[in-house]
């Protein structure tokens, strides 16, 4: 028998990423076992987005070393392709070193380590083909991710996705329409679109549909009750996904719009192609929409150059938007990345200041925007539930935590659970990362 364990670092492009290597691996035969010690092939899936990713995988990859001694090794994702064959000199037991746009050809490569090739590589960026595998093993058994589009034209300074990715490979609207029809028929009520800039979505085939006509076809589904997207570009977001969603309810109350800094000047050093005015204009259609969409953001505080003033202008962004959540990052120095040539590198301890006035600021946007719920009746897909506090755990079509008790479901009972279910729940409570509610018929 063969074995592999997988472990995965970083977004939800490499969650899924890993599925379909999994996918993959079981078709050709292998076994998934869920402790490194049983494996004969052990697979880190990487994340190069911020420095201390990265350095997690090398840590971990030496920690293997002295645990696992003789076993096959294979460095996946990101920090794989940004290190290519330099993996083998910094950790010569690796036996694999393959990036995500090389996966069509996994099966090939496998069959390389299995005839003893010590050293295999799959780096090559030169790929016009995105990663379609029919044996994708899914994690949850309620929510599937699919992916719509690969990599990324884009070149903000900081980042180092185009490198790791390589260029935007879109599927045909049909594939993405069959795999999501083939997960309805699974019993998946919940589909996530997702890509590094959804919205650049080009339909390759003859019918050339770009991302709202897609969303469009995808809320059309029987049986697939929600659709998410992520991650969109503001450049690139048109006032038509925002009718899109308006027209239908299939499509969550929820746009992930990351706007990195409310600075223009920073904005335009950091190429992100938009202004702040730009920006404020996409969030007036989505306020403006007749569905009240949650709207969440990333945001990087330090990059080159950024004075106080520029970051004040960041922070009055936030009070202007009134974010429903957002993730915060401290700048990171990355490989081949334009910023690097950028003078006037911000101190770590400013950064993290900056980091901390941003997270206290956004809190209490968080439990002002949450309150405002309060007495409403939300609509959650029960997740889950949570022996500690005896609550079922759900989450809204504006993708909020919704943690509620069920008077006559209290608990799951043998053979009998809500998970993967709808509830109406009263929302009582609002603190700044969730909601606590009471199910209403
Ligand atoms: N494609 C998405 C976009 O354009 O918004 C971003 C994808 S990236 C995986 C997720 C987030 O990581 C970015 O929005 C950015 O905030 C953050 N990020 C990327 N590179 C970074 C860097 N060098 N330092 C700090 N944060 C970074
Ligand atoms: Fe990175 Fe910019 Fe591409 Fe997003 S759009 S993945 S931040 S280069």
Not at 155 to 180: I, K, M, Q, W
Not at 377 to 382: C, T, Y
Request: charged share 25%.
């Amino acid at each position: 028998m063969k074995t592999f364990y997988i472990e995965t670092f970083g977004c939800q492009m490499n969650a899924h990423d890993s599925e379909k290597v999994i996918g993959t691996l079981v078709s050709d035969g292998y076994t998934q076992v869920p402790e490194p010690a049983q494996a004969d092939l052990i697979l880190y899936n990487t994340c190069s987005i911020r420095d201390k990713a990265e350095q997690k995988v090398f840590h971990r990859l030496q920690q293997f070393k002295k645990e696992h001694t003789g076993k096959t090794f294979g460095v996946l994702g990101c920090v794989a392709q940004q290190e290519g064959e330099k993996i083998f000199e910094r950790a010569p037991f690796v036996n694999l070193v393959a990036g995500s746009a090389s996966y069509s050809q996994l099966s090939q490569m496998l069959v390389q380590l299995e005839a003893g090739n010590r050293r295999v590589t799959g780096l090559s960026l030169d790929n016009d083909q995105a990663f379609e595998t029919p044996f994708t093993r899914r994690d949850n058994p309620h929510r599937a991710y699919l992916t719509i589009i690969e990599g990324c034209d884009k070149s903000c300074a900081y980042c180092v996705v185009p490198f790791t990715r390589g260029p935007e490979r879109s599927r045909t609207s049909e594939s993405v329409l069959n795999e999501a029809r083939d997960l309805a028929r699974k019993g998946y009520l919940e589909v996530q679109l997702l890509g590094q800039n959804v919205n650049s979505y080009r339909d390759p085939s003859p019918a050339g549909w770009d991302f709202a006509r897609l969303l469009r076809a995808m809320g059309e589904i029987d049986g697939i009750r929600r659709v998410r997207f992520t991650t969109s570009h503001p450049r690139d977001f048109v006032k038509d996904i925002v009718d899109a969603i308006d027209e239908n309810p299939v499509l969550c109350n929820h746009v992930h719009l990351p706007v990195q800094s409310g600075s223009s000047s920073v904005l335009e050093r950091m190429q992100r192609l938009y202004t702040r005015d730009d920006y404020l204009r996409r969030i007036e259609w989505i306020k403006k929409a007749r569905r009240n969409i949650a709207i969440t953001t990333d945001i990087i505080v330090g990059f080159p150059g950024e004075t106080e003033a520029e970051f004040e202008q960041t922070l009055s962004l936030l009070e202007e938007v009134q974010y429903d959540s957002l993730f915060n990052f401290k700048y990171s120095r990355r490989p081949n990345t334009s910023a690097l040539v950028l003078g006037d590198h911000i101190p770590e301890e400013e950064k993290t200041r900056r980091l901390t006035v941003v997270q206290e600021m956004q809190r209490a946007i968080q439990i002002r925007r949450n309150s405002e719920l309060v007495g409403s009746v939300e609509e959650a897909l029960v997740e889950g539930y949570n022996q500690a506090t005896s609550q079922w755990i759900g989450r809204t079509t504006q993708n909020r935590m919704l943690n509620f008790i069920h008077p006559e479901f209290p608990r799951p009972l043998e053979g009998a659970t809500l998970a993967g279910k709808y509830s109406n729940v009263r929302v009582t409570r609002a603190g700044p990362n969730s909601l606590a509610g009471e199910r209403v018929n």
